[in-house]
């Protein structure tokens, strides 16, 4: 009885501490084959599953759109803001149906980081990384804000980590 016991506890241990582990910036996260910028755009390893590879298709459309509160909403715009990219990213590979607020996303798909893509959101921004590469519309250090994709590692304190089913 008394090993049965310290077996229980030991594994009850082991499931909080791999509760407790959280990545403290986006390039921990992805474990495979990343991808590569070309010229600002993204090209996906050649072995991942065609619904990544629209993902990233999705984005190289509007990588480098100004930034616009409100952006990518259903009403007519020049530019994406956070939110609007990544709902524009999701729809148009067929994840989600119209848009989500940065808020939404806070509980859309699954807990946890995914294998192919990542969405990391808060209430006020969300943002997403696609074999292991960040789209965010914050400064990439130049001063332009907007769809971008961003190789530089982000700080993910505050930020709640979700993955669309499967991927």
């Given at each position: 009885m008394t090993s049965l016991f310290r077996l229980l506890a030991f594994a009850g241990l082991c499931s909080l501490?791999?509760?407790?582990?959280?990545?403290?910036?986006?390039?921990s996260i992805y474990r495979g084959r990343p991808a590569v910028v070309v010229n600002g755009d993204v090209v996906p390893p050649d072995n991942v599953p065609s619904v990544v590879k629209r993902a990233i298709?999705?984005?190289n459309r509007i990588n480098h759109l100004p930034y616009q509160f409100g952006?990518?909403?259903?009403?007519?715009c020049y530019g994406l803001d956070c939110?609007?990219?990544v709902s524009h990213v999701l729809r148009n590979t067929g994840l989600?149906?119209?848009?989500?607020?940065?808020k939404g996303f806070l509980?859309?798909?699954?807990?946890?980081?995914?294998?192919y893509m990542t969405i990391f959101?808060?209430?006020?921004?969300?943002?997403m990384t696609i074999c292991g590469v960040r789209l965010d519309t914050t400064s990439d250090g130049s001063g332009h804000v907007g769809p971008r994709w961003m190789m530089k590692p982000r700080n993910l304190k505050g930020f709640k980590i979700r993955h669309p089913p499967g991927l």
């Open positions: 501490a791999s509760c407790s582990f959280a990545p403290k910036t986006t390039e298709k999705a984005a952006g990518g909403h259903g009403r007519a939110s609007g990219t989600i149906e119209g848009s989500m607020t940065s509980k859309y798909g699954k807990s946890g980081p995914g294998k959101s808060r209430d006020g921004h969300v943002f």
